[in-house]
């Protein structure tokens, strides 16, 4: 007789695009059905079927057109309620046993801020003992419930966290999450047709990768999973390859480039001739703080003649938010004016091999200027290196520097190879 | 300075067609707003928005042609929900607080039996604080939870239940409930154009109304009523008159006859020549209780030469289920046969007075006669007198009889006299 041989214990997030009808719905079901039979225990966790949330947001506005935050959460919840009750009755149909949760029946205790709120505590014994019983578990993503019993939601990338703090809480061997994508890539596939699907990638470059505009997975739930030392396997909803695990860097093989992201979302604001005194900085980013605006890289040159010019990153869908504040306040600190620029760029690489290996900066803005790229700004952390360029030039950078530090797959990355609701999903997350 | 006034404590439900699109909810909010600034404390107490609740059911049915139990209550809740939540936000955008609170969030204990529970506590700590700090309360109807945390749906009327049960525990003054037409009548007034309101019916009165096809409340949630005690003022949404309040029998002078009630939902069914034993209706009708179909009235004559006929009546959609058991199981007791009638109606009079006034069924079928119309089956309470007739002479004996008890109106109600959306609701309701 064989040895004994302990049960594989698995959570697998479903976005909102994987459960968008009832067909997409009924997929979801064989798959997990597929695991379970195949002897795994299985807890699904699942976003609002594609636009529910969206419908549910613009049927709050129309009542009211700053919803409060408490019944907004209370209303948005619905969204993945009816998804998870679907799922679950999708999965009786085939034969096999499951029970739907919402966050509070999971044990989702969260904190008491509504519309972003913070994952306090995971409860899961009611979960364990359906999985015990042998039920798949399918888990609203996204909620959760404070200690005064109200409905909060976790905000963006809310599901993705829920699955990863689930996984945490009732030690599962590996926490699935299924998207539009089949993984990690060393740059996005669309703009460069040489990229390769990486089979890992660590904590640290996913949390630089997501940070630098790479959309596969939420930072948040990257930064839960480190913490927990959960590991993660990015896959495809509609696809059967096996994706990219995320997980211990100690893992695995540092490369010193893992990825080049890129981000063509943010604007650049130089603040010209800026009085140089001590603490005027911390009156302009104060201000812009005030006002609720994420600011990303920031630089500053040394001054001449007693001023000196700032420039910084927005998102450009904060300008509307950012122009007042300029206008009325900073513009009263004695600064010459200001200049925004909407077309530029971040292109960022990112490798933990990038802490042993000096000069990779240097060969990065060599390429660049091989290119004849012009670099506006320069940040870096200790495994990624940001350039923010004009606009125009971000493609041919990217695969330059795809092809310059060894990243080039064999194989050329067609469109076609992706299904018609990719590609719809792609464009979507485009915009 | 004046003396000490108690506070106005009133539950309002608002049914499906009330809050059936977010003008609607606003015009709800309005009402409520306008209660809330007159010195009530307001609880309301809504059911989903309009179709919302077949959608969800088509949509189950889309992934599952049997959906379990639980999934479906769990799917189902969401409907009362968005409505909640919606119509709370709509509330605060008139500078009023409020917080809309899920069956489970409102304390509304049930049994364990999904798709009808029933409430077997209403928990209103929380709710009571919230109208203690001065914003109205918006309570999620036909739903609950079990002690184990599953959400349960309380079946057909259950969000009228839902709020007579709160108005019971929170000792409110008035259960206020809304629909789409404007207080019980003396008759259907699209039958009898001289039908006319009634300002109060006993509970008593009000259950056998429903019992015998007036629609206009559902019988738990009058049952619930008349056992706590809880006053019920039946109103329109759309209008601002006073409705018909249901109410104990002692405060209220008892009519000989209140209304006429009219049902054409049903069918007759004979069972011929039944041999005269023992338990032979025993065994027939707990066949048909078996297959889950509702009886309502029995009739059996003395026998002749040793065989009886029995007639009953039952709903006309439970005839599919029927007649498998009539075929399979009845006919198996030695019985001839059976006949199924499904032109028949049935009209009944109803009124508390008739304890103390004998002779009112000699006039009723002596009206009755007159008209020529002839009786198929015959059955009374205390406080009723129903009816079956051939369904073509049903507005006539309806007429004749609300003429002969003194019921007619001075005034002629006229169809135009109903809103377009109350039409549709009649229409709807009538099929």
Redesign the interface.
Known sequence: MGGYQAMTLLVAKFGGTSVAN?ER??DV?RRLVSCHRGGSQVVAVVSAMGPATDE?LA??R????S??A???D??L??GE??S???????I??LGVR???M?G??AGILTTTVFNRAKIAEVRAD?LKKELDRGRIVIVAGFQGVTA????TTLGRGGSDTTAVALAAGIGADVCEIYTDVDGVYTADPRRVPRARRLAAVSYEEMLELAASGSGVLQMRSVEVARNYGVVIQCRSAFTAGPGTLVKEAKDMESAIVSGIAYDDSEAKVTVRDVPDRVGIAAEVFSALAAAGINIDMIVQNISENGTTDISFTCPAEDLTKLRPVLDEQVCGLGVRGYVVDESVSKVSLVGAGMKSNPGIAARMFRVLADEGINLNMISTSAIRISVVIEGGGATRALRALHTAFGLDSDQVFEETQLSSEELAAKAEKGR
């Open positions: 009832p719905v009924k079901a549910l049927l709050a129309s009542v009211n057109a919803p409060p408490r019944e907004l209370q209303l919840a619905t309620q009816v998870m009750s679907l799922l679950a009755m999708a009786e149909a499951a029970v739907s919402t509070r029946q009611r005064e019993g109200d409905i």
